[in-house]
């Protein structure tokens, strides 16, 4: 899992969505839609679970907007970017995953079905 480091604005606080670019993070491989990463900030020193929800391409650069998710601890940010260990049992990591996942398929069902009530 990548560690994305960002300043967190009040206004990116509130909107829950921060943009950040491939290139000024100097990231090794680019990132996929639904892929989960831990932003830090590093002036609040704290870490945040999020998850890739777009990808703007341009010529030279490739945009990413993270939703951001709950606050976890350092230690949790420290755990998750760790490679995985074959035979791990059931981590913090595992279940914040599948609220998120959880989240977003309840949006999701919701959109769907209001879009079925317009037509």
């Known amino acids: 899992m990548e560690q994305i480091a960002v300043e967190l604005s009040p206004f990116t606080r509130r909107s829950r969505s921060v943009a ?5 993070q100097g990231l ?10 831990v932003v830090h900030d590093p002036a ?3 870490y945040i679970s999020a998850v890739v929800a777009d990808i703007h391409f341009e010529l030279d ?3 990413y907007r993270l939703e951001l998710g709950a606050r976890i601890t350092r230690e949790e940010a420290i755990e998750w970017t760790a490679p995985p260990v074959e035979g791990d049992r059931l981590t913090t990591r595992d279940l914040i995953d599948l609220l998120a ?4 398929s309840e949006r999701e069902v919701a959109s769907a079905l209001a879009e079925l009530k317009v037509h």
């Open 20 to 24: 950040v670019s491939h290139v000024a």
């Open 28 to 37: 090794e491989r680019g990132l996929e839609p639904g892929e989960h990463v």
């Open 44 to 46: 609040g020193e704290e």
């Open 61 to 63: 650069d490739t945009v």
């Open 101 to 104: 996942e959880l989240r977003r």
